[in-house]
């Protein structure tokens, strides 16, 4: 998001609309039950808001733990595991994030993912923590 702004900052505006959306859109999922059973609950669109939120925060964790990491970097990693025979998945993802973040943040995200919130904004905020 911060790329499509610093490029095109006239769709600032769009953009934060956009985020706030889907961070209500989010919460309203997460009171409803775990984003891991967002699928068998057929609410396929609480995988993409709440995604967007979480892999903001990941961006921002990895930003400032490794150095010059980026979310992409994280991606390209993740997928080199899945081709080397790792499960794709979960867990996968979970492993290489602890590698770009730590043990506590990637337990964290899974967590997150797992959890039916009973206050969704407390647990997007500490995420960002």
């Not at 505006?13 to 985020?19: D, G, S």
């Not at 990895?62 to 081709?83: D, G, K, M, N, P």
Request: proline content about 2%; glycine content about 4%; charged content about 25%.
């Amino acid at each position: 998001m911060e790329a499509l702004t610093a490029i095109y900052p006239e769709t600032k505006k769009f953009i934060e609309e956009k985020k706030l959306d889907s961070q209500n859109r989010c919460k309203i999922s997460l009171s409803n039950h775990a984003l891991s059973e967002a699928s068998a609950k057929r609410d396929f669109k609480a995988h993409y808001h709440c995604g967007l939120l979480i892999h903001q925060r990941i961006a921002q964790k990895i930003a400032f733990t490794v150095e010059h990491t980026s979310l992409s970097e994280l991606w390209q990693a993740y997928r080199h595991e899945v081709q080397s025979g790792k499960a794709a998945g979960q867990e996968t993802f979970l492993d290489v994030l602890s590698h770009y973040s730590s043990d506590d943040f990637s337990k964290k995200v899974g967590v997150f993912i797992s959890t039916k919130h009973s206050n969704p904004q407390r647990a997007l905020d500490q995420l960002a923590e």
